[in-house]
């Protein structure tokens, strides 16, 4: 069994498509059915679904991909040993964030142009997404780490390096109803009409999860995958949002009220792989990063 065979095959299963497959491995697409055949027979076993106009994974084809990711992932991590014993870091490290909006206290630029002044060799594959998703990515080893939020501090094959913390607050232009209250309870809030991000979103995981906590549900009309556009939404009064602290930098026509019982929790966390091990160059970024994750408390 060959590694680019191995490679073969986790390339098509992440793009669906044996087309795509042969665009990101740059080879023509008769090697790339070619490849999948050859490792079918080496197992004796069908690894797609090709009766479907998209190509699916069989049971044998989901057995497997998780093994080939981290086959590939060890040898990557052995070549990457070398090379560093020959002098100095290479490789690509593929890193996860989400919005910059929403990701107060750690500065990704900052981290990579500081890394690369020592490891000038090293590219970076860095890709923006939902944090439910790159968590996905992180376990199953599309993603070395990734930077983003969840509720809780806890998740299953990860391991988490706190960032911030930060509690919502419920925010309101400066002429609504509830601009000049105390505080206000989720009760209160049943009929307003909320903005927010998509369901996977952190924020939108955290507020949805303190609603579901008090018993009761929320109206998101306007599903945006854009903080500023939210916080805009509120400050011209056609929405209220949760919204940690630090999201509103410009607090004109906006007033932030505090939830009473129950109020969403904002964490953001670098994650990294529970059991896979990272190569080199992924290692010695991730480790970088928690220094300046330290640095900046």
Do not use: C, Y
Request: glycine share 8%.
């Amino acid at each position: 069994m060959e590694l680019r065979h191995l490679a073969t095959f986790v390339a098509v299963a992440e793009e669906g498509s044996f087309t795509r497959a042969s665009v990101r491995l740059h080879v023509v697409q008769s090697a790339v059915s070619a490849g999948v055949r050859t490792l079918e027979r080496e197992l004796g076993a069908t690894l797609f679904d090709r009766s479907t106009h998209q190509v699916a994974l069989t049971d044998a084809g989901r057995a497997l991909l998780p093994e080939a990711r981290a086959t590939l992932a060890a040898a990557s991590a052995a070549q990457q040993a070398v090379e560093l014993v020959r002098g100095g870091l290479r490789g690509t490290v593929r890193v996860g964030v989400i919005q910059a909006d929403a990701l107060s206290g750690f500065s990704l630029a900052r981290l990579l142009a500081t890394f690369r002044v020592e490891h000038p060799e090293v590219e970076f594959d860095v890709r923006q997404g939902f944090s439910a998703e790159m968590a996905d990515a992180v376990r199953e080893g599309r993603l070395d780490f990734a930077v983003l939020a969840l509720s809780g501090r806890r998740a299953s094959g990860l391991e988490l390096t706190p960032i911030r913390r930060e509690v919502m607050l419920l925010g309101v232009h400066t002429g609504h109803r509830l601009a000049d209250r105390a505080d206000v309870d989720f009760a209160t809030l049943a009929e307003e009409t909320f903005a927010d991000g998509p369901p996977k979103w952190g924020t939108r995981v955290a507020a949805d999860r303190a609603f579901a906590a008090a018993g009761l549900e929320r109206r998101v009309t306007l599903e945006i995958n854009d903080t500023r556009t939210v916080i805009d939404f509120v400050r011209h009064g056609v929405a209220v949002a949760f919204l940690a602290p630090s999201f509103v930098r410009e607090p004109d026509g906006i007033a932030l009220v505090p939830i009473r019982h129950h109020a969403p929790i904002f964490e953001t966390f670098i994650a990294e792989p529970a059991t896979r091990r990272l190569g080199a160059a992924a290692s010695a970024l991730l480790e970088l990063a928690k220094r300046q994750v330290e640095a900046d408390r």
